[in-house]
């Protein structure tokens, strides 16, 4: 099982991105996905998540709105736009599957700064 995060990198106050995420050695479209991020000194936190058909999303309070995870079953692929970023939105975005034991990808770094 592998998960490998893309698309990060280093924005403005009020700009976007959009991450991706490529898993690869499991049936994509039987599990929930959900993407997390980390800074360093803070616990990781939920950011987003995707049920296996992508018919339920669920958000932190924190990214409603500004935020949206979808998925790809044909490609493998969840993705997380990310729109009207902060600077507190600066982290280590990882994406995370529960295969039975949780694995974690080694996460995309998203810097939000003038």
């Known amino acids: 099982v592998q998960l490998v995060e893309s698309g990060g990198g280093l924005v403005q106050p009020g700009g976007s991105l959009r991450l991706s995420c490529a898993a690869s050695?499991?049936?994509?479209?039987?599990?929930?996905m959900s993407w997390h991020r980390q800074v360093p000194g803070k616990e990781r936190e939920f950011v987003a998540g995707i049920s296996n058909s992508g018919g339920l999303r669920n958000y932190a309070d924190s990214v409603k709105g500004r935020f949206t995870i979808s998925r790809d079953n044909a490609k493998s692929t969840v993705d997380l736009q990310m729109n009207s970023l902060k600077p507190e939105d600066t982290a280590l975005y990882v994406c995370?599957?529960?295969?039975?034991?949780?694995?974690w990808g080694q996460g995309t770094q998203v810097t939000v700064s003038s």
């Open positions: 050695g499991f049936t994509f479209s039987d599990y929930s």
């Open positions: 995370r599957v529960d295969v039975g034991t949780t694995v």
